[in-house]
């Protein structure tokens, strides 16, 4: 049966376009034609390949203003997210392509003869992508798996499928060879799980929920095929009273507004040592306040809409009338708009402040001194990421060894950078992406012993 996704522009709730979903069979046939370009494809001489990623790239660049606004108008970021993150889809492409010629096995010295490792790519592998950053977490699989040797078949968000089909448009364009990279738009529970139960994928990377990633996990384990998941958070933005209380609480609005609070990473924990929190928070309410919030095409904007209506009614179903808030602005009338919000005096065990909201939705929790700092950071099924403020070094230190969590920074929130790894603790994942060990991931190890004993009688 074959059916079809309405685009909506979140800001607006106009139709972008209708997208027709990729069916079992017709992921059955990509998995058929990927696996004979990828064949082909790792049959290539490294720096070939590399040159053809490359080329790549900078057909992404040169197309980098139109994938912008087309994110802007199927995601709702804000133009200058948007930018960035066409130029993170260029940048890791580049990044892997120096990757090709460098991703070398190994000898190892034994008795008798040569033993050496070879790294062979895995073959088929399906890239399952959230809404909440279409372009660079459909990147983070793709460019490392291609550059490693593998065709790759990537299955975007039912909300977000067209900055993806322009990609692969772009690759096309750039001279990659035809299916090596093929987008699969659809529904999770058909075409995603389709690519999950296929015997030709050799490996899942998924980027998404929690709940579903169990579920991939699950069905995974049965064929033990290779996974890789990114899934949820709930980071504690950790402010001690020595810190720099100015600048911590300048920086803790865009912490968890950045993509209007729809990012993993968001710090939506605020831990404000309790000798600090009045000077805090009183800094705090005027920067939540002067958040431009508004239409994401716009340069001077700083948050957009949510991406739904189902992800705007979840967001509101977590701030319920009887709490303590501080909240900014939002427009009035279409799109999916919820205003900048800041929720106190809740208990750390409060669903607003233990579950993911994913929304532009923070609490704020006092704690007394860094044993009970690192208490209720560490009190949380999650840790992809955290923040320590500080002017303490040795705190910094002792704070980031002891938080769980895959991504901390120390007088920052900057977590992401493709060249440093990046992956969650707990149930936040399994596995990590990005940074220099990224191909590795898309290989499977084979050791060879070659026996230097003569034959001769
Ligand atoms: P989601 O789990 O609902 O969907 C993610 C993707 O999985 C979509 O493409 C969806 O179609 C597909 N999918 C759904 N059910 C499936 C199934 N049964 N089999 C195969 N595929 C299926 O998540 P979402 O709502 O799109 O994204 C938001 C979530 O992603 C949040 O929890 C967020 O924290 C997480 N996330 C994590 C990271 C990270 O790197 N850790 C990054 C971004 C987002």
Redesign the pocket.
Known sequence: MSYEHHVLNPATEELVATVPATTVHEVDTAVVRAAAAQRTWSALAPADRARALRRFAVKVDEHLEELARLEVREAGHTIGNARWEAGNVRDLLDYAAGGVERLSGRQIPVPGGLNVTLLEPLGVVGV??????PMP?AAWGTAPALAAGNAVLL????TTPLTALRLAELALESGLPEHLFQVLPG???VT??A??EHPGVAKIV????????K??MATCADRVKRVTL????KSPNIVFADADIEAAAAATPMSFLDNSG???CARTRVLVQRSAYDRFMERLGPAIESVVVGDPAEEKTQMGPLISKVQLERVRSYVTGDLDTITGSAPEGPGFWFPPTVVTGVDPAAPVAAE?V?GPVAVVLPFEDEADAVRLANATEYG?SGSIWTRDSGRAIRVSQAVRAGNLSVNSHASVRYWTP???YQQ??LGR?LGPDALTAFTETKNVFISTESTEA
């Open positions: 399952i992508a959230p809404w909440n950053f977490i299955k975007p968000a039912e529904a999770g529970d995603g799980n690519l999950v998924f980027t998404g929920s929690t709940r579903v990633g579920q991939i990114e899934l949820g958070g729809q990012d993993c993911e994913f992809l990046f992956g969650g936040s994942g992406e």
